[in-house]
C-alpha cells in the first residue's frame, strides 16, 4: 500500500460508524499518509459541516461511504462562479446507495474522476451487505429491545443482498419472515427460499418488527404506520433515516417519549378517537446496527477496507492513463477489478484457514473447448 | 407466440428428458408447428445419432440443452467441403454447461448465428439451477436409494447455481454439507453460509454422498476414488457423465454389479489387497435429478420455457435486423433481453398468487437524484 | 435373539407396509421361527380378512404397528361364548395410534397381556416418528406430485414427533409451513420454532398442501373443505383414512376422477353454483409415506425393530414373572425399558460410526452430590 | 396471588442476575408482601454471605434458581447441635442443575419440605432453556466479542434444552456446529439434527468457539485446551465456573491479561516451547448470557415466573396437606402439577396473539377407544 505514498494524494475519508468504532483500522489509513475524518456520536449537523469542510479542502481521492462527500465535492467545484480546484482524480464508495448516487451524478456530468463502486464486488457485498449486515442487524434489535426474536413477525422490507441477509438470519433466530419488493425477479426469489411475499400495506397489518433495507425513500409511509398494530417496533438497516417517514410519525403522535435508551414511543390515536397505540422507532430511524450495535464484525471490515484500499491504489496507479482523452463517454463509475476481487478473497480464504482446489490443466482445456 | 408461425420457420427443439416427461410441453410446441425431438430412455448412441440427424435437417431455429445439436449443426456446415447450406438464424441454449461451450464455438468463429443463453436469465438460472435442481436432486437420491439423507456427511462438488441449491436442500434434510470449490469467492460464499469448505481430496476421507455440480469434466479423479470410504455414493448432478470419472471407477473395480436399479456397486480391493471397499455409482454417472426422478417439477421448467420460447420469438422478430453488417466483432452468445426477464417474472408471481409493490413516482426520482 | 425360539413361541407379525418391502427383515424374522404376515398392495378386505385369519391364530407374541391384531385378538377371546384359548403372553406395538387403543383396550380390562410400547421408547418415537416419517413424507409427496415445494404453502395438522418431524422437512425444503394444534404446549412450540400457528379453519383458507399428522379422526373437516382454494392438495401421514373426512370429499363434489396415479381430484361446485374448484387426495387418505413412496429409510426400521424385537425377548425372558399374581392393578401397556433404549442408541452410533464421551467418576459423583 | 399473602408467609427469593435486571418483576413480587433477595455485579463474597443470611432469616417459601438456597437452609437446620428452627414449608427451583442438587439433598433425607422442580415443566424448559438460552446466549457471545458467527466452528457441550437451543440458533447464524454428548440418545439426536457429533477431545482440535451447556463439572479439562488452536474462545452457558476448569487456564497460562471488557486472554506456551497460542475465556467461566447479555427476553421470563408463583401458591394452598402423615417415603422433588402447566401455556398463547384448536367431543371419545 505503500505506493499510494508515492504519489503524495492526500487521501480523505468520509465514514459513518463502523470505521470510528475500529481504531486500528484509523491508525493504519494514517500511518499511510491518509487523512481519515470519522467521529461517533455526531450530531446530524455537525456531520454536515464535516462534510463540507472535508469537500473543501482539495483532496486527491476520496473513499466514501453513501456518497455524501463525492455529491458535497462535486456541488463545491461545479457550483457557478466555482473557483474551487477540481483536485481530486479518483475515489471509491462502498454502499448500494452510494453508487445509485454516483450514478446519478455522472449521468448529469458532474462527476470528475472515475470512481470504483466497492459495493458491487462480490468480497464487498455478498460478505459485508449479507453476512455482515445479517448479523449486526439483528446484534442491534436484540441490543436495543431485549426482545425474543423466536416467534415474532419480522418484515424485512427489501431483498437485496442485505435485505436477503437480514431475512436468513431472522429466519435463524426463529422469526416468521415477511419480505415486501418491487423488483420482480428479487420477489420471486423471496417467495422460493420460504419467505411469504406481499405488498406492504398487506404486511403493515400482521408484523411485530419492520427492518427497512432498500436504500429508497419513503418504504414506510404513513398509511402503512395507520394500518400497523399496537407495539409494531421500527428500523432502519438502510439508507439514512429517509427509508421510515419519521416525519409524519411525530405528526401523528399526540406524545412521544424515550422509554429505553434509542427507542422512541409514538403514541397514536385512532382516527375515531376511541382506541389508542404505540408505534416504537428505533435510533430515530437511523441505521439500527451501526447506532444500536457496534456495526460490522471485524472479520467483514477487512474485506471491505482491503477492497477499498486496493482500488484506491489501482486508481492511483493509473492516475495519468485515465486523464487520456476517450473519444467515447464512458461511465465514470466503475466496477471493482476482478483481480482485485480474487486477491481479496483468497486473502480472506487464508486468515479463514480453508483451503480449496484449483483448475486442472485439462479442466482450463474442457472449459474452453466445445466438445 | 403465434408468431413464430409467421416466418415459416422450422424450429428443431432437442432437449434431454424433462421434456419428455411432461407431454403437454411437447404438444404445446407442436401446436405452434415446431418439431419436437425428445424421446427418454435413449441410449447413447442412439442419442448421437438422433443429434447428428437433427443437426443435418436444415433447421431455422434451434432450442438446446447442453449445446448438443448447436455443436453438431456447427460441425455439419464448416466442416471443409461441407456442402451444407446455412439455414439457421438463431438459438437458444438453457444450460450453463451449453453456454460455455457456445462461448468456445463462438471465440473459434464457428457459430454462426446469435444465440440467447437463457441460462444467464435470472428466472432461468435461479429458479431452475437452484430450487429446480436442489429439489429433483433430493428427489432422485431418495428414490434410487431409498437412504435416510438426516446425519449422512454429504459433499457438494461446486457451489455455482445448482450446487447452492442442492446444499441447501441437503442441509434442509439434515445432512452435514461440505463444499469443495475452485472458485474463492463461491468458496467463501460456501463458508460464511455455514457449509465446510475444503479441497476434494480432504472431502474424498469423510464423504459418504458425492454429487457432482459443477459442468467441469474429471472433478471426481482416481485420486479421490482411492480415498473414499467403504460404502460411498456418487451421484452426478452436473453435466454428462464427464464429472465423476467412471472409466476409473471400472478400471480399479475387480467386481461391478447392479444391486438396485440404477445402482452400480464397484467393488474395490486395497492396494495391500488386505481390504476391500465398495463404491456406488447412480445411473452410470448420468445426471441423477433426470435420470433416477423424473426431472424439474413444473412450476419451474414453466419459467424456462417461457424464457426459451419468448427469446426464439425474439430472435425471430429480429431475424433481418441481425444480419445486417455491423463493422466491429460482436459477440453472438447473448442475455435475455431484461424485458423478458421481468415479463416471466411477473406472470410467475401471478400464476403464484402473489402482489408485490411498485416504485412510486418520488421513489423512482429519488433513484435518480444524487442528494 | 435365538432365545425367543427357546420359548418356541409362536410370533405373530402383522405389520403394513414398510415391511414387506425390506424383504432381508422378514427374512430374518423368519429365521428365528417368527411367522410374518405382511403384505404390499392389500385391498382394505383383504388387509381386515388377514388380521382376523392371525388373531384366531393362537399366537404367543404379537408384534404390531396400529394395534389392528391385538384389538382383533381381544374381541377374539373376549366375546360371549367365545371358546378360544388365551394364548398370548405378550405383545408390543409401534405407533403412537396403537398406543392409545391399547391403552383404551387395557382401561376395558380387555387386554390380557403385558404389551411394550415400543412408540414411546426416544430411539422410535424420535428417530422413526420425527426423522423417519418427516423425510418419507416429503419422498412421498413429490412422488406422488411431482410439485415444487419451494414457497408451497404446507398445513402441518398436529405438532407431535411426526408433525414436528414433517414442519422441519417441508421448512428444509423451502416450504411456509402453518400447524395446527390443539394442545396448547405444543402450540407455543411450533410458534417459537418460526411456524405460523392458527386454528385449523383459518389454515384452511391459505394452505395449498396439507399433510394430517394426529392420530385423530376428522381434523379436516367438510367446512375445512369448504373453505379452501382451488387445487389444494390433501395427503394423511397420520393413522388410516379417519383423520381426512373422505366420506364428506365423496358427497361434496360432483365429479371425482384419477388425474394421476394415486391423486384424486374431486370438483367441488361452490354453493352458489358459479364457481368450481378442484381439490386432490392423495392415496385415498392412507398413509402418504408408505403408499406413496416405500416407506421409512432402513436406518430408521433398523432403530425400530431392533426395539420391537429386544423389547419382545423381554417379555419372552420374564414369562412366568409377569403371570404370577399382583395384588395391585397395574397397567399393562408399559414402556421399553430403559436400558434397552440405551442398547438400541449405543448400537446405532457405532453403525454411523460415531463416538462420544462418557461421564467421569468425579462427574458421577457430582451428579448425584448437592453441594 | 394475593392468596399467598392470607397464609402470611414469609418468602425469600435469592435469584441470579435476570431478575435484577427486571426491576418490575421485583417490584411485582414485593407487593405480594415477598421479600426478594437480588442483586447485579455481586461478587462471589457477597453471593455466598447474602445466601447464608437468608438461609437463616426463617423463610416460609424459597423460590430458587440453582439450589443454592435450599442447600443452605437445609445444611443450616441439619447441622448438628443446630438449633435452627424449621420454618420452610415449600419451595421451587426453576433451573436442571438445581434439581439435580434437590434430588440429592432428598435421597440423603436432607430435605425437609416439598419443592416443585419448575424446570421440568415443558413451558419452563422448552422456551426458557431452549428458546431464552438459544438466542441470549448468541447476544452474549456477539455483545462481548464482536465475531462474526458465520463460517465459526461452534462446539457445544451438551445437547440438553439448553445445549439443544444454543445449537439451533448457531446454526441459524451460520455456524458450523459441533455437538458433544455423554448420553447417547441425545447424541443420535443432535446427529440426525445434522450437527457433527463426535468426543470433546477431537472437538477440541477444531473449535473455533467453545459454549458448555451441561450443568455438570469440568466438562472442559485441561487436556482438551492442550490440543485447542490458537485463538480459541470458552464461555458457559451452563452452570457457574465449573464446566470450564478455569484453574488449570491458570496454572498453564504464563501470562493473562483483560484484552476487551469480560474477556480474558490466557497466553500458553507449547510443551516444546517453541510456539505460543492464545485461549480467551468470557466472564471468568460465569454464565455468558447473564454475564455479557442482560438475561432471558422478557417474554420468556414471564412464563418461568408464572409457573414458579402458581407452583408456589399451590404448595401455600395445600400447606396443611403435604404435612400429614404418608405411609411410605414420598419423593419431595415434584413435577409442576400439569394443570398450572397448560395454565401457563394457555396465557402464553393469548398474550402473542394465537388462536388454536380443541378437541371435538367425537375426538376426545376417539381418543379413548380402541376402535
Not at 456531520?47 to 463540507?52: G, H, N, T
Not at 429491545?145 to 438470519?169: I, M, P, Q
Not at 411469504?196 to 419492520?210: H, L, N, S, T, Y
Amino acid at each position: 500500500m505503500e505506493s499510494l505514498n508515492r504519489f503524495g494524494a492526500k487521501i480523505l475519508l468520509v465514514a459513518a460508524n463502523p470505521l470510528s468504532s475500529q481504531p486500528e483500522i484509523v491508525a493504519f489509513l494514517s500511518s499511510l499518509g491518509i487523512e481519515v475524518r470519522a467521529r461517533r456520536d455526531e450530531t446530524a449537523s455537525e456531520y454536515e459541516k464535516e462534510i463540507e469542510l472535508a469537500a473543501a479542502s482539495q483532496p486527491d481521492l476520496i473513499i466514501d461511504d453513501g456518497a455524501e462527500l463525492h455529491v458535497a465535492y462535486a456541488s463545491n467545484i461545479s457550483g457557478r462562479n466555482s473557483r474551487a480546484k477540481r483536485t481530486c482524480f479518483g475515489g471509491t464508495d462502498e454502499t448500494t446507495s452510494g453508487t445509485i448516487r454516483l450514478r446519478a451524478l455522472d449521468r448529469r456530468r458532474l462527476l470528475t474522476y472515475p470512481v470504483i463502486a466497492v459495493n458491487e464486488a462480490p468480497t464487498k457485498h455478498i460478505f459485508d451487505n449479507k453476512y455482515g449486515t445479517g448479523q449486526s442487524t439483528i446484534d442491534g434489535l436484540i441490543r436495543s429491545t431485549g426482545l425474543l426474536l423466536a416467534g415474532k413477525v419480522v418484515v424485512v422490507v427489501g431483498f437485496g443482498w442485505v435485505g436477503s441477509g437480514v431475512a436468513a438470519r431472522a429466519k435463524g433466530m426463529g422469526s416468521r419472515v415477511i419480505v415486501t419488493e418491487v423488483n420482480p425477479i428479487r420477489a420471486l426469489e423471496a417467495h422460493l427460499e420460504g419467505f411469504e411475499v406481499m405488498r406492504m400495506i398487506d404486511a403493515a397489518c400482521i408484523g411485530e418488527v419492520f427492518l427497512t433495507c432498500t436504500g429508497q425513500t419513503g418504504v414506510i409511509t404513513s398509511s402503512d404506520i395507520a394500518k400497523m398494530r399496537d407495539g409494531a417496533i421500527l428500523a432502519n438497516v438502510g439508507h439514512f433515516e429517509r427509508e421510515i417517514d419519521v416525519r409524519s410519525l411525530f405528526r401523528v403522535a399526540d406524545r412521544v417519549s424515550e422509554v429505553r435508551a434509542g427507542i422512541a414511543e409514538f403514541e397514536i390515536k385512532s382516527q375515531s378517537g376511541r382506541s389508542r397505540k404505540s408505534i416504537f422507532l428505533l435510533n430515530q430511524g437511523r441505521v439500527v446496527n451501526l447506532a444500536s450495535a457496534e456495526g460490522h464484525p471485524p472479520e467483514i471490515m477487512q474485506l471491505s477496507f482491503a477492497n477499498q484500499l486496493l482500488s484506491l491504489h489501482y486508481l492511483a496507479s493509473r492516475k495519468h492513463k485515465s486523464k487520456k482523452g476517450v473519444a467515447k463517454r464512458v461511465e465514470l463509475v466503475m466496477p471493482v477489478p476482478r483481480e482485485i476481487d480474487e486477491m481479496v478473497s483468497r486473502f480472506a480464504l487464508k486468515a479463514f484457514g480453508l483451503k480449496i482446489d484449483s483448475l486442472r490443466k485439462d479442466q482450463m482445456k474442457y472449459s474452453d473447448s466445445y466438445h
